[in-house]
Nanobody, 116 residues
Framework: QVQLVESGGGLVQPGGSLRLSCEAS????????MSWYRQAPGKERELVAR????????NYADSVKGRFTISRDNAKSTLYLLLNSLKPEDTAVYYC?????????WGQGTQVTVSS
């Protein structure tokens, strides 16, 4: 089975930073576009950032652009998200996603809490 495992979440103060990782296995990582989504309590899941398979072109939600950086290491089959200048509104469960239509896979998520 396809497996995506997120890690790196935790509690951080406003203005702080975190680095999330998503380790992938049991599928051809290089052929999938990879994304980070997040879901805050009582809200819908939203796209945070996406990175393509080959050249690593990226797209970001307006709310995180300039603060977060998505990257991938195809040799390690690992996706990363660097979260800088964190705000309380960034508090959410962050999910790793792998997509190659018609296939779409999700990890279990990792909690990010931004609070004083």
């Amino acid at each position: 089975q396809v497996q995506l495992v997120e890690s790196g979440g935790g509690l951080v103060q406003p203005g702080g930073s975190l680095r999330l990782s998503c380790e992938a296995s049991r599928f051809t990582f290089n052929s999938y576009a990879m994304s980070w989504y997040r879901q805050a309590p009582g809200k819908e899941r939203e796209l945070v950032a996406r990175i393509t398979t080959a050249d690593g072109m990226t797209n970001y939600a307006d709310s995180v652009k300039g603060r977060f950086t998505i990257s991938r290491d195809n040799a390690k089959s690992t996706l990363y998200l660097l979260l800088n200048s964190l705000k309380p509104e960034d508090t959410a469960v962050y999910y790793c996603n792998a997509n190659r239509p018609p296939y779409n896979y999700w990890g279990q998520g990792t909690q990010v809490t931004v609070s004083s």
